[in-house]
C-alpha cells in the first residue's frame, strides 16, 4: 500500500487548508484511518481519526472544532479539512492506515504511512 499525502503548504493564522491522502495498490475501505503531525523536536502526535464506514470520528482535543476528517471509499482516499489554524498547529502531516477498521488513536495500531505534507502557519 502507498499513501501519498498532500494539499499542505504556507498559510495565515485563521485561514484555511485541506489535506488529502490517497491511497494506491489496495483498497482501504476496510480500515480505520488517520492523522499525525510532527513539529520540529516532537513526538509525532495523533490528530484525528475515522473508522473505516466514515460514520465514526476521533480528534485530539487541540483541534476539536477545527478540523474535520472525513473519507471517500470510492476514491480510496481520506481528507482532514482543517479551519481556524493557528501557528502551533504548524508540522509535517502524515497520514496513515490502520490495521483495524475501528478508530485508532495510536501509532502502533497504524500498518501503513504516507510521507507527510508540511503545514506552516504564520501568526
Known amino acids: 500500500v502507498q499513501l501519498q499525502a498532500s494539499g499542505g503548504g504556507p498559510v495565515q493564522a485563521g485561514g484555511s487548508l485541506r489535506l488529502s491522502c490517497a491511497a494506491s495498490?489496495?483498497?482501504?475501505?476496510?480500515?480505520?484511518m488517520g492523522w499525525f503531525r510532527q513539529a520540529p523536536g516532537n513526538e509525532r502526535e495523533f490528530v484525528a481519526a475515522i473508522n473505516w464506514s466514515g460514520d465514526t470520528t476521533a480528534y485530539v482535543d487541540s483541534v476539536k472544532g477545527r478540523f474535520t476528517i472525513s473519507r471517500d471509499n470510492a476514491k480510496n482516499a481520506v481528507y482532514l479539512q482543517m479551519a481556524s489554524l493557528k501557528p502551533e498547529d504548524t508540522a509535517v502531516y502524515y497520514c496513515a492506515a490502520g490495521l483495524f477498521g475501528r478508530i485508532a488513536t495510536v501509532k502502533t495500531q497504524y500498518a501503513y504511512w504516507g510521507q507527510g505534507t508540511q503545514v506552516t502557519v504564520s501568526s
Open positions: 495498490r489496495r483498497t482501504l475501505s476496510n480500515n480505520g
